[in-house]
């Protein structure tokens, strides 16, 4: 029993150290967020000597954060709506088939996961089809790739969901879409929830595919408006702080 315990108490301890590397930048760029340049550029965890909130109506006035709050929504809500239902009805028909065509189906999705972007033949594609530089070309992007990881983490879960709740909302006279929707969706919140989650944050903070394939810079994200932002005030470390902490909030919130 006293190594069982010791052996708690050490994981415990060790889950505190590790959540600590998290916390302490958190709170050292929120810190330093109300800081002045010379305080922030310390990178420490005390206190300001004067809270200077003046630092956000900076940010808010001169970075267009606001912007790319509303460029990184029109992208963002999209793809997570869009990427998680289509996941959610192509896990659930896959995992209740047993034929060969699901499973190469399946297959075929967790292909997927493996393929990297491939930069310059998309950006080609798009061209071809007259959408570079669109919301919608970068929304389709970012399906593509959250589609493979959406199907895999649903077919897992929708295994361990008897198919007698299938078999039973039939004989009550449900189609289809009456069982997945009423039925099994109440069923899978769980998976639903955490693929949200997942999906919002990685397009969210995405940098790169915004950058390739927007091309303008009243499109910009919020990513690429932090980046631009910070080119100006490499310096000025309280901009940058209040700048990031602008950014991870709405992702705090939501979670």
Not at 83 to 110: C, E, P, T
Not at 144 to 154: E, G
Request: aromatic share 16%.
């Amino acid at each position: 029993m006293k190594k069982k315990h010791a052996g708690k108490c050490i994981l415990f301890l060790f889950m505190v150290a590790l959540a600590l590397l998290y916390v302490i930048p958190f709170f050292m760029m929120g810190l330093g967020s109300f800081k002045t340049q010379a305080e922030a550029a310390r990178f420490d965890l005390a206190l300001p000597s004067k809270w200077l909130f003046s630092n956000y109506t900076h940010v808010l006035e001169s970075g267009k954060i606001w912007l790319g709050y509303l460029n990184s929504i029109i992208i963002t809500i999209p793809v997570t709506v869009i990427s998680v239902f289509l996941g959610a009805i192509a896990g659930i028909v896959i995992s209740r088939r047993n034929d060969k065509l699901s499973q190469g189906i399946y297959y075929y999705f967790i292909f997927g996961l493996t393929l990297t972007l491939q930069i310059a033949s998309i950006f080609f594609l798009l061209q071809y089809l007259h959408i570079y530089g669109t919301f919608f070309s970068v929304i389709c992007i970012f399906i593509s790739l959250r589609i493979p990881f959406t199907v895999m983490t649903f077919c897992s879960f929708v295994k361990g969901v008897p198919r007698e709740i299938d078999e039973a909302s039939i004989m009550d006279g449900c189609n289809f879409w009456q069982m997945t929707i009423k039925i099994l969706f109440p069923i899978l919140k769980p998976i639903m929830v955490t693929n949200v989650v997942i999906t919002a944050i990685d397009v969210w903070n995405n940098f790169m595919i915004p950058l390739f394939y927007l091309g303008s810079a009243k499109k910009s994200t919020i990513s690429m408006v932090i980046y631009s932002f910070f080119g100006r005030y490499n310096r000025d470390w309280q901009y940058v702080f209040a700048a990031l902490m602008l950014v991870v909030l709405p992702m705090l919130i939501f979670l």
